[in-house]
């Protein structure tokens, strides 16, 4: 029995890791089509990124997304140990996942290069080779 378990557990340990990116490829997945829905009930308008959303007195992205991923904007805690973080993370912080914040830029904003505003999905001048999630 003992020699049975200790050629098992090398296997399991390998498909548990081969599972990993497949999840976190999973949660990018509900992330985007979760985006994408606010995006079509807020008149094409992206969610707001951390550095912005303050600013403006509006949630982040997180938090505004929260209720097309089955939770509420104020209850989205529980998403920060599913659906918002990657198995295979080991850092200490919440969040694995994260926007792409140059669809929020403004021409004010003091980037190298001054890129152009894309606060709706159709200003984005190239959808299938922008990232959204990473």
Known sequence: ?????????PALGKATESACPTQCLGNMRQVGLAARLYTDEKEHKFERRQHSAFVYG????????????????????SLLQTVYRCPGDRRPVPWSYG????LELGPEDDYKGKPQTWRRTTAVPNPAATILVA
């Open 99 to 102: 926007m792409n914040v140059y």
């Open 1 to 9: 029995m003992a020699i049975l378990a200790a050629r098992l557990l």
């Open 58 to 77: 509006q949630p982040t992205w997180g938090r505004a997304i929260a209720s097309q991923l089955g939770s509420s904007k104020t209850a989205c805690t």
